[in-house]
């Protein structure tokens, strides 16, 4: 059997690491697609001669050329510009909209028929208009938030808890960062929920608040400690497990920006929520009922994503 091909549009510092990680886990051949003249190449070359340390058999390839992603298996985007400090995800919309109409007519001429994820902010907005503009069927094109959102929530519950990561699972919806949506009841501890890990003194609600609280700025705290760039290990990682799960169709259930068609009340749209990514791309999106605060956080998260696209519409009208 070939191997499998994976495309990542845009070889930044994102780029960069799903491109180490994807030959590492030997997923496939790597091109790396960037702007950029020689960067991708350089990249691509710096990799490849880590392979016989490694011990990975991948071909690497750096190009500028769109050609070279024909008959990609799988298309990571995260072509754009990433957020500098004191800069809102909604300010690279005008830059990334340009950016998006690029690569999904790239994917549309050259691979039709990959699974594409979306990494570039502000995401939901971008993965939408990226669908739009590749025309691809909505099972095919995602959005990665939710895994990298929930990971960041695991993390500072594993530390509040002091257990193993491993056992920490977390339930987020909704909108990518400050309109995330935690559910602490469908958060556990080898299964027991946050809500009864609390009556069981184990943390309190105003730590669990403030643990919500940090996870939503999550993204800022480390633009803000980087000071040049945003975050890349973890959405990386984030997004390499969603394209595994495809690979290998093992039904993952994830939390993606997908495209939803009346679940959750809403229409067109694509917004936060649990989903089983297998070898036919979205195969499920999973519907909880919510209540409450959840509820209430879910609705101001779909309306933000809403006023983002009609941003989109107003910037470019071939999207009306
Ligand atoms: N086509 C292809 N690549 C492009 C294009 C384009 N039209 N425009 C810009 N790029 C490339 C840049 O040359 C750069 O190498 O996209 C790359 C982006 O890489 P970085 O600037 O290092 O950004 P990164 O940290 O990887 O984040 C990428 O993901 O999380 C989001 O907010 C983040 O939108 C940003 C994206």
């Given at each position: 059997?070939?191997?499998?091909?994976?495309?990542?549009?845009?070889?930044?510092?994102?780029?960069?690491?799903?491109?180490?990680?994807?030959?590492?886990?030997?997923?496939?051949?790597?091109?790396?697609?960037?702007?950029?003249?020689?960067?991708?190449?350089?990249?691509?070359?710096?990799?490849?001669?880590?392979?016989?340390?490694?011990?990975?058999?991948?071909?690497?390839?750096?190009?500028?050329?769109?050609?070279?992603?024909?008959?990609?298996?799988?298309?990571?985007?995260?072509?754009?510009?990433?957020?500098?400090?004191?800069?809102?995800?909604?300010?690279?919309?005008?830059?990334?909209?340009?950016?998006?109409?690029?690569?999904?007519?790239?994917?549309?001429?050259?691979?039709?028929?990959?699974?594409?994820?979306?990494?570039?902010?502000?995401?939901?907005?971008?993965?939408?208009?990226?669908?739009?503009?590749?025309?691809?069927?909505?099972?095919?094109?995602?959005?990665?938030?939710?895994?990298?959102?929930?990971?960041?929530?695991?993390?500072?519950?594993?530390?509040?808890?002091?257990?193993?990561?491993?056992?920490?699972?977390?339930?987020?919806l909704g909108g990518h960062g400050d309109t995330m949506v935690p559910?602490?009841?469908?958060?556990?501890?080898?299964?027991?929920?946050?809500?009864?890990?609390?009556?069981m003194g184990w943390s309190t609600q105003e730590k669990m608040d403030?643990?919500?609280?940090?996870?939503?700025?999550?993204?800022?705290?480390?633009?803000?400690?980087?000071?040049?760039?945003?975050?890349?290990?973890?959405?990386?990682?984030?997004?390499?497990?969603?394209?595994?799960?495809?690979?290998?169709?093992?039904?993952?259930?994830?939390?993606?920006?997908?495209?939803?068609?009346?679940?959750?009340?809403?229409?067109?749209?694509?917004?936060?929520?649990?989903?089983?990514?297998?070898?036919?791309?979205?195969?499920?999106?999973?519907?909880?009922?919510?209540?409450?605060?959840?509820?209430?956080?879910?609705?101001?998260?779909?309306?933000?994503?809403?006023?983002?696209?009609?941003?989109?519409?107003?910037?470019?009208?071939?999207?009306?």
């Open positions: 059997m070939a191997r499998k091909k994976i495309a990542l549009v845009g070889a930044g510092m994102i780029g960069g690491t799903l491109a180490h990680l994807a030959a590492m886990k030997e997923m496939g051949d790597v091109v790396l697609f960037d702007i950029a003249e020689g960067m991708p190449a350089g990249k691509a070359l710096d990799l490849s001669q880590a392979g016989p340390v490694e011990g990975f058999d991948a071909n690497l390839k750096g190009t500028s050329d769109y050609k070279d992603i024909a008959g990609a298996d799988v298309v990571i985007v995260t072509a754009g510009v990433p957020r500098k400090p004191g800069m809102s995800r909604d300010d690279l919309l005008g830059i990334n909209l340009k950016v998006m109409k690029a690569v999904g007519e790239g994917i549309k001429a050259n691979c039709p028929d990959a699974f594409v994820i979306c990494i570039t902010n502000p995401l939901d907005a971008m993965v939408w208009a990226l669908r739009e503009f590749s025309g691809l069927p909505h099972n095919k094109v995602v959005g990665m938030a939710g895994v990298l959102d929930s990971a960041r929530f695991r993390h500072f519950l594993a530390e509040e808890f002091d257990v193993s990561m491993e056992d920490v699972t977390a339930f987020v559910v602490l009841e469908y958060s556990t501890v080898a299964g027991i929920p946050v809500p009864d890990l609390i009556k403030a643990i919500v609280q940090r996870t939503r700025s999550g993204g800022g705290e480390i633009v803000q400690l980087l000071g040049n760039g945003s975050a890349y290990y973890a959405p990386a990682t984030s997004a390499i497990q969603m394209a595994e799960s495809y690979l290998k169709d093992k039904k993952r259930v994830l939390p993606c920006a997908a495209h939803l068609t009346g679940q959750y009340g809403v229409d067109g749209l694509y917004v936060g929520v649990p989903i089983v990514i297998g070898a036919n791309g979205v195969e499920r999106v999973v519907e909880i009922e919510l209540n409450g605060e959840a509820k209430a956080n879910f609705q101001k998260s779909v309306d933000a994503v809403k006023e983002l696209l009609v941003a989109c519409k107003g910037i470019d009208s071939s999207l009306g």
